[in-house]
């Protein structure tokens, strides 16, 4: 079982900095990949980044390339995401999740963190 706990949403105004984190619990992480989704008022929830615990090879979905950084503390068991340059469209409710390296399918999701960013 995986638990995920999200951190550090809030306002900020357009062009700013959020750092979000995600404390994970399970007895070992190496063969997980950890993403970051969000979910914008009135639409779908969507990827925006992900992590390889044991490489940390990474991923972003375009809209958010150069300016967000996805990052692992494996002694924390920590997740983050640097989102810098922020804009209006950035504004959603954060999800942390999990799945094994073998499925396609995340399986563990966090509460969710709100991020909204003013104009």
């Known amino acids: 079982q995986v638990q995920l706990v999200e951190s550090g949403g809030g306002l900020v105004q357009s062009g700013g900095s959020l750092r979000l984190s995600c404390a994970a619990s399970a007895r070992t992480f190496s063969s997980y990949v950890m993403g970051w989704f969000r979910q914008a008022p009135g639409k779908e929830r969507e990827f925006v980044s992900s992590?390889?615990?044991?490489?940390?090879?990474?991923h972003y979905t375009d809209s958010v390339r150069g300016r967000f950084t996805i990052s692992r503390d494996k002694a924390l068991n920590t997740v983050y995401l640097q989102m810098n340059s922020l804009r209006p469209e950035d504004t959603a409710v954060y999800y942390c999740a999990a799945r094994r390296v073998e499925t396609g399918e995340y399986e563990y999701w966090g509460q969710g963190t709100r991020v909204t960013v003013s104009s």
């Open positions: 992590i390889s615990w044991n490489w940390g090879i990474t």
